[in-house]
């Protein structure tokens, strides 16, 4: 990706896109001293002159990480978050900060104070999130590059649902001080950041830039490990090994073919392609995931809505973690013979001591343990799997959280993920969706259905060239 210092006309293609979409939440104003000096530095580095946009809960200096929270207004971050000032040193120029779900738990895009952001290719449909208002912006064509966090698929999701590329690095590849947390203290599920763009290249070039001393020197914690060319040139032929279905959640059909289609692709490059069952995906879900992120009783998520009024797309979420443990049990065992997904749900939403947290941990372990083995049985160098999708139509991602499924299995493994788009909803797509029953046809399966349905006069993806597939699986193994 070449960028000139023009490519500083991007604000005011940013305005333009928040104006359709309400996405840019704050312009950071110093971005424009920041572009004179940097026209005064003799060294282009890598990102030189390349306006770069910034997820809300991302400090930077002078200005608010709200969160979507009233409560986090008017309190300016002391100081850039490590990655922004390396992104500065390298000749970035962060311009604007963009919008967030209320307290980021929730892959819709609304808050009460900035508003519902929607996608830029059809407005009754989220952008996803939590990095929604980033998946949006450049989407629209207002940034090139965007900068986002992800603990359960908060970049993964608003990509697939806008048709981008991303990728969530692993927890410690990229320094997250100065970065706010949806949950403070949740170690269970691993907060990966990361970049988002419109292509790989892109997404590789913020990576070679952001993986250097200035890094390493502002947060010891990073490991010292630059970019590795060598492995992200290479071109033999890799082992990828492969799932259409996780077997808790039923892709739609338009998510099948994209994963049996691309597969295709990348065998035809000459790349071997092996089938593989994702382990104990149900025992992930309840036992590993509900129990890891609200292993408090859910009380530190309430923390942050004290005082706060609640935006509408996250009501049923808090509506589970206001009820009382001795009501969550009772209710788990009332709709356990109808709705057994919800039961354990709330069976696992109650609170635990410090004893069943390290047990939870050690089991955490464990599961990593046994999907790593069966990885290396294979032999494989990367996966390749679907993620949810297309666009859901806003207000129902905050009812269907067991959708996630795809993407929060690769926090707790604590893996590198990226999403790419590779094909477009078609007429038949829509038409096997209507014969759709998922895995349990309970109430959330039949909400997917609902809620996938796409208008074909806009679909989502754009259509990749065949033989940039290969990239892929090259990229997601170098980071």
């Not at 696992?348 to 089991?363: A, P, Y």
Request: charged letters at 25%.
């Amino acid at each position: 990706m070449t960028v000139s210092l023009t490519g500083f006309v991007c604000f005011p293609k940013a305005l333009q896109v928040t104006k359709e979409v309400n996405c840019v939440t704050d312009y950071l104003q110093e971005s424009e001293s920041q572009l004179q000096q940097v026209k005064r530095q003799a060294k282009k580095d890598l990102l030189y002159g390349v306006p770069v946009s910034i997820k809300d809960s991302i400090d930077c200096k002078g200005h608010d990480s709200t969160l979507g929270l009233v409560k986090c207004l008017n309190q300016p971050a002391a100081e850039d978050c490590v990655v922004v000032q390396v992104l500065k040193r390298r000749g970035a120029l962060p311009f604007v900060k963009t919008n967030v779900p209320q307290s980021l738990l929730n892959y819709d895009c609304s808050n009460l104070i900035f508003g519902q952001t929607m996608n830029p290719l059809d407005h009754t449909k989220t952008p996803g999130g939590s990095s929604g208002g980033e998946g949006a912006l450049i989407r629209g064509g207002g940034s090139i590059l965007g900068i986002g966090t992800d603990v359960g698929g908060s970049l993964r999701i608003p990509a697939a649902f806008c048709g981008i590329c991303t990728l969530k690095a692993t927890g410690g590849r990229l320094s997250k001080k100065g970065v706010v947390a949806s949950i403070p203290g949740q170690k269970s599920a691993v907060v990966g950041i990361g970049p988002m763009a419109k292509d790989v290249d892109s997404l590789a070039l913020c990576m070679r830039a952001l993986l250097c001393e200035d890094m390493f020197s502002l947060d010891p914690t990073v490991p010292p490990m630059p970019f590795n060319e060598e492995v992200f040139s290479s071109s033999r032929p890799l082992r990828i090994g492969y799932y259409d279905t996780d077997s808790f959640t039923m892709p739609g059909p338009s998510m099948r073919r994209a994963v049996l289609e691309t597969k295709q692709l990348l065998e035809s490059a000459g790349h071997t392609l092996l089938p593989f069952k994702p382990c104990r995906i149900e025992h992930l879900m309840f036992d590993i995931s509900v129990r890891g992120l609200f292993a408090d009783g859910c009380s530190t998520f309430l923390d942050r809505f004290k005082g706060e009024l609640e935006d509408p797309n996250i009501k049923q979420l808090l509506l589970l973690s206001k009820a009382p443990g001795w009501l969550r049990s009772l209710l788990s065992w009332i709709v356990k013979p109808i709705v057994p997904r919800l039961a354990n749900v709330l069976r696992n939403m109650n609170e635990r001591s410090v004893k069943e947290l390290w047990k939870l941990h050690c089991e955490i372990e464990e599961y990593r343990r046994e999907f790593i083995a069966e990885w290396r049985k294979l032999d494989l160098d990367v996966m390749l799997c679907p993620v949810v999708g297309p666009a859901f139509q806003i207000g129902f991602p905050g009812k269907l959280s067991v959708a996630t499924s795809y993407t929060i299995l690769y926090n707790y493994l604590d893996f590198p993920a990226g999403v790419v788009p590779v094909t477009t909803v078609t007429k038949e797509d829509e038409e096997e969706l209507k014969t759709y029953r998922g895995y349990y046809n309970d109430w959330w399966d039949k909400v997917f259905v609902k809620v996938s349905r796409y208008p074909l006069s806009g679909d989502l993806c754009s259509r990749r060239e065949p033989e940039r597939e290969g990239l892929v699986s090259e990229a997601w193994d170098e980071a």
